[in-house]
């Protein structure tokens, strides 16, 4: 015979529940550090923080906050907002989506909206006022602007005039370009000759010429910043 038992009720509590001591919960939040990505030999001559990158000219909506930091190679605008309005996505070996080249530069205005003044910056030249805004003129076309209305006066004009020197050298050879690439050129030849004289001593022709070969096209595909 089987006893048919009547269910029991289900208890529900109406207390909260303890909090929780988690670890993770208790520390505090880790500010992320905005550090840009550099190329051997690359060093950061000057930067400033709390710029705002105007990207439309009708609004400010749109705008961008982060840092502006020179080098002797580009500028480089750093900053964790998503950029606005942007349809498709693309990623190159040598710059970021913020970058700007030295070499692209084609002009440098400085503005100072309280006393209605601009300047065109050039090559050792003096800032007597502290610029709220920059407005740099590509060679592509571009247009890039940034505003300093919460950075710091003296910040701001020294990343102004860091760019000026050095996006205009009175040597080219000055450049970070011919460095970095005169760098790559001498360590590929030294590969190559390497290469021809361990052939050579091995006495195997066949790999010989086809290390020659290899040379020609090499040479042939060369780029010439």
């Given amino acids: 015979m089987f ?20 670890d993770k919960l208790n520390s505090e939040p880790k500010i992320k550090k905005l550090e840009p990505v550099l190329l ?19 609004t400010s909506q749109y705008d961008l906050w ?29 710059l970021g989506e ?25 090559p050792n030249q003096k800032l007597k006022f502290n610029p709220t805004e920059l407005i740099i003129y590509c060679k592509d076309f571009r247009i890039v602007r940034f505003r300093f209305d919460e950075s710091g ?23 970070f370009a011919f460095e970095y690439v005169g760098k790559k050129y001498h360590n590929s030849v030294s ?10 001593e091995s006495m195997q022709t066949k790999h010989f010429r ?4 290899q040379i020609f096209k090499w040479g042939q595909n060369m780029v010439v910043y």
């Avoid at 009720?9 to 303890?18: E, G, H, N």
């Avoid at 051997?40 to 009708?58: L, M, S, W, Y």
């Avoid at 020179?70 to 070996?93: A, E, G, V, W």
């Avoid at 590969?191 to 050579?200: A, H, Q, T, V, Y």
């Fill in 3 to 22: 006893s048919l038992k009547p269910p029991r009720p289900t208890f529900r509590s109406y207390l909260l529940p303890p909090p929780q001591t988690d």
């Fill in 40 to 58: 051997p030999g690359e060093i950061v001559v000057n930067e400033v923080n709390f710029v705002r990158k105007c990207i439309a000219t009708d």
């Fill in 66 to 94: 982060g840092k502006l930091i020179c080098s002797n190679f580009k500028i480089s605008f750093i900053t964790d907002d998503p950029m606005p309005l942007q349809k498709f996505h693309y990623r190159n070996l040598l």
């Fill in 98 to 122: 913020h970058d700007v080249p030295l070499t692209c530069i084609e002009q440098i205005v400085t503005v100072n909206d309280h006393k209605r003044k601009q300047k065109v910056l050039g």
């Fill in 153 to 175: 006066p003296e910040s701001a004009k020294k990343v102004c005039l860091a760019i000026a020197h050095y996006s205009q050298p009175t040597d080219l050879q000055l450049l």
């Fill in 191 to 200: 590969l190559l000759l390497l290469s021809i004289f361990s052939c050579r």
């Fill in 210 to 213: 086809n290390t020659i070969k």
